[in-house]
């Protein structure tokens, strides 16, 4: 006779036989590498991932544990299904639409060129298939980025759609990937997602510019006072000098610029609040723009410091240089005669390295703070302390250390060659007045006020009887 099972005894089963819950179905049209790509990081993350291709055995590879059919039975299995195809093979979605009614489809398009159609591939997959929810997600991510994982650079999901569930369903996935999801609003901004992809380094555009023009500028302002100056005044060929010399004036001058161009509109920002009372406006476009680019500033100014450096390495190993070595210690011989040592020119030159040294050290730590890998891990309060405390530091020793390098050239009137002032002279206005205005901040009365200023104070609070300028009262107390 069998033995009675009790109400509250349960049964056992081997781990494999175990119910488990049932995975969700996900289909993606297209096999290419972007489809691969996204059905292996499906996979990867717990789906049961279905393909529509029109050839289902002979499609090529794909990732192992995905079920290949065609179009038509792929889009039965599944709620969500990831357009993985070229707008202009979205005709077969035309006689899917009786089987994609109601279902979520994410267009993960993009085109070769701005304005190739005159609506966005999002829109026009909407109006060949009205019954389905379209989104808008996934096309600024590259096939590489979706097969290996996200990373800083490339961790975010844009999407945008009619439908709110339909954009819920899609962010649940998108945050299942790993990735942070940044809604964008209905299907109209499909346009502006679509061109994302198609932008060549929009922050670094204006840095760029800005350096292309510097760097023009000094290389022929120099090339006319070093070579062309030499040639016309004394008959001298110096043009040897342009590949070596010239770059290794005109790469640490430009980067000396953008360094104090990187602190410069902070400067500016907080004289702008002091003068209006409050933080709460809005500063001037040109303004944001300018601040919004300063890492890229920085890092082409570190660039351009470290070729600075290896130039200066190979100066000893020059042909020219040991040339004037040799015939310089020629002629002493032959007149019999030693220089004497110049106490001064020694401490002046050690000066000088020794304050190149600092600088470029300090210009690599600010460097390697900015990566993201490295950002993240600090806390803001570190984070600002090695960019704005260390970085006005940078600043001060990099234009100490090109004082150093002028000593006192400028009294003596053979270096304004055709009256022009050496491309040194002109590299350290714009440094010194931002460590200026900076020394001017740190004045006790208006950091003060700039820092009551930043926690909240506004200069047309009611709660001030006085009405009074912050920054008058706190000088007043001094």
């Known amino acids: 006779m069998s033995e009675e099972v009790k109400p509250e005894s349960v049964s056992l089963y081997s781990v494999s ?99 190739m159609y005159p609506e ?41 759609g009619n439908s709110p569930e339909a954009k819920q369903a899609v962010a649940e996935i998108a945050t299942k990937l790993g990735f942070n999801v940044q809604d964008r609003g209905s299907l109209s901004a499909a346009r502006e997602l679509e061109d994302f992809p198609l932008q ?11 350096t292309i023009g510097l760097t023009a500028f000094f290389f022929f302002y120099l090339l006319v006072r070093d070579v062309i100056f030499a040639y016309v005044d004394q008959g001298k060929d110096n043009s040897f000098r342009i590949m070596v010399s010239l770059a290794n004036k005109v790469f640490p001058i430009v980067s000396l610029i953008l360094l104090s161009l990187c602190y410069l509109p902070g400067v500016i920002a907080a004289f702008l609040q002091l003068y209006r009372g409050t933080k709460y406006k809005r500063f001037p476009d040109w303004l944001d723009r300018w601040m919004l680019c300063r890492k890229q500033l920085g890092l082409i100014a570190l660039a351009l410091a470290s070729l600075h450096v290896l130039y200066t390495l190979i100066i000893p190993i020059r042909y020219y240089v040991r040339f004037r070595l040799a015939a310089n210690t020629i002629s002493q011989i032959k007149e019999n005669k030693t220089s004497v040592f110049d106490t001064t020119m020694g401490w002046r030159t050690d000066s000088y390295y020794s304050m190149g040294i600092l600088g470029f050290g300090l210009y690599l730590l600010l460097g390697i703070a900015s990566l993201p890998s490295v950002s993240n891990a600090l806390s803001w309060r570190e984070f600002s302390f090695i960019q704005s405390k260390l970085g006005y530091l940078t600043l001060f020793f990099c234009t100490f250390h090109t004082y150093l390098y002028g000593w006192d050239k400028f009294l003596f009137i053979s270096y304004y060659k055709w009256y022009t002032p050496p491309g040194y002279m002109l590299c350290l206005v714009v440094p010194s007045v931002v460590l200026l205005l900076k020394l001017l901040l740190l004045l006790p009365c208006v950091d003060k006020s700039l820092t009551r200023i930043r926690q909240g104070w506004e200069r047309t609070d009611p709660e001030d009887d006085s009405k009074k300028s912050l920054l008058a009262k706190d000088c007043q107390k001094l």
């Open 17 to 115: 036989a175990a119910a488990t819950p049932e995975q969700e179905a996900v289909c993606i049209f297209g096999t290419g590498d972007l489809g691969r790509s996204l059905g292996q990081r499906l996979l990867q993350s717990g789906y049961r991932l279905v393909y529509g291709s029109r050839r289902p055995h002979s499609c090529g590879p794909i990732p192992p544990g995905a079920q290949v059919m065609s179009h038509e039975i792929a889009a039965r299995s599944a709620s969500l299904v990831f357009v993985c195809v070229h707008r202009e093979h979205y005709d077969f979605l035309e006689t899917l639409a009786p089987h994609l009614k109601g279902k979520v489809l994410v267009d993960v398009s993009n085109n070769l060129k701005k304005n």
């Open 120 to 160: 966005a591939n999002a829109e026009f997959l909407q109006r060949l298939i009205p019954g389905a929810h379209v989104v808008k997600a996934f096309n600024t991510l590259s096939a590489w980025a979706l097969q290996n994982g996200p990373s800083d650079a490339n961790r975010q999901v844009y999407l945008c």
């Open 200 to 210: 060549l380094f929009p922050e670094w555009r204006l840095p760029m510019r800005l």
